[in-house]
């Protein structure tokens, strides 16, 4: 191609740039589309224990439903992927600190006398509910003399009238 | 208190018209950048007695107390996994708008419920078109059909618009995603009705419509449509 051709080929630039914006905005949409899935279903399986994060208004002014430019859908695409990594990061903390209870109710059933007195909220193991785990002496101050430490669990959420007299 | 009035005959001999939802328009640029968004709707006849801003009866209000069973903490959490809630999230998020701060119209009725202990009763009209919403998760509106010109749309705001056509009409800035008629905008998409649109307590006949989004069969907005008919029509 002769340097004299140029002007005619770059002619025809605008005609495809306008193509090509169409098909990257269709494909971004497309990409924060499969983010926000993804994002909402991780929400949805570790709540309460992952918050949702609004996303910082990117756009204030023009605030409200909008046919989105290409640098606006890109800015999105961008914050959503940031927010799934950070959700993603909130759920593995979640998992490990689950299996870690996990491994620790299993010591404490295991072990008693390891564990004297270490209680463990079942919220921690991923289950609903106010229950406790605790590691007690049998029989009171005798068990404690004695080295009877049994594992309990606690008998779930307080009552909404205070205790029973 | 006095008892309500009956509407006309005129009103009773429509209740046997035949349901025909219909797909409005969709502007160019719109259909363009966003395929699969629609509306669908369908103008149905009012056949209750009493005002459509008035308190429900009690049979309306029984069905609410049903659904506030049905939609309990484990229930509202699985509305971000159920694949028609997410399509209208996954939709917000395409139009600019953060559906954790705006959020989806079953999200926000959910979210009340979670709140309040239970859906509340806010009038005849107001409760019909949320139980359509919990029932399908589709959200519907209602138009006074009397002030509707032509088939509705989807188009983007031009500058100077208003959203409706009274003198006091809030302005809307240009680029706004509105469902209009004819005449303009009656609605913002999601959004508020124009109060000059907005069925009065003694209306006769309603255009209802469904926002469709990619994801979302067109079956669900028809049944949406057909519960808000079949609620009102119920004498």
Redo the contacts between chains.
């Keep these: 191609m002769g340097p004299t051709e140029q002007p005619t080929i770059d002619r025809h630039i605008p005609a495809s740039q306008e193509v090509d914006e169409a098909g990257a905005r269709r494909s971004l949409r497309t990409q924060i589309a499969k983010l926000e899935r993804e994002r909402s279903a991780l929400i949805a399986g570790a709540f309460p224990h992952v918050r949702p994060l609004a996303t910082p208004a990117f756009d204030v002014p023009a605030s409200g439903p909008r046919l989105l430019s290409l640098e606006a859908l890109e800015r999105l695409r961008d914050q959503l992927a940031g927010q799934l990594q950070d959700v993603s990061h909130q759920v593995d903390d979640r998992n490990e600190h689950e299996r870690r209870a996990r491994e620790l109710l299993e010591g404490m059933k295991l072990e008693p006398a390891r564990y004297k007195f270490v209680r463990l909220p079942v919220r921690d193991l991923g289950e609903g509910g106010c229950g406790v785990w605790e590691v007690r002496p049998r029989l009171g101050l005798i068990g404690m003399l004695a080295g009877w430490w049994q594992l309990k669990l606690s008998s779930g959420c307080p009552l909404a009238r205070g205790p029973r007299r | 208190m006095s008892a309500p009035e009956p509407r006309g005959g005129a009103a009773s001999s429509d209740l046997r018209e035949a349901f025909a939802p219909s797909r409005g328009w969709c502007s160019h640029?719109?259909e363009?950048?966003?395929p699969g968004l629609a509306v669908v709707s369908a103008e149905i006849p009012v056949g209750r007695s009493g005002s459509l801003t008035g308190t429900s009866p009690r049979d309306v209000k029984e069905r609410l107390r049903e659904l506030s069973n049905r939609y309990r903490g484990a229930a509202a959490?699985?509305v971000?996994?159920d694949a028609i809630p997410?399509a209208y999230?996954?939709f917000f998020?395409?139009?600019?708008?953060?559906p954790?701060?705006v959020r989806t119209p079953i999200e926000a009725a959910v979210l009340d419920r979670m709140l309040h202990g239970g859906f509340l009763s806010g009038g005849l009209l107001e409760d019909v078109l949320l139980i359509a919403l919990l029932d399908t998760a589709v959200p519907v509106w209602a138009l006074d059909a009397a002030s509707v010109e032509g088939p509705l749309g989807i188009r983007?705001s031009v500058e100077g618009e208003s959203l409706g056509r009274a003198a006091e009409a809030q302005p809307l800035?240009a680029?706004?995603?509105v469902v209009a008629d004819a005449g303009g905008a009656v609605a913002?998409?999601?959004?508020d009705v124009a109060a000059a649109h907005a069925p009065a307590g003694n209306a006769e006949r309603l255009l209802v419509f469904a926002l469709l989004v990619p994801g979302v069969p067109e079956l669900y907005a028809e049944e949406a449509l057909w519960g808000v008919r079949t609620a009102l029509a119920w004498r």
């Design positions: 640029d719109v363009e950048e966003l959490v699985n971000r996994r997410v999230r996954v998020r395409q139009i600019g708008l953060d954790e701060v983007a800035p680029g706004r995603l913002t998409l999601f959004g």
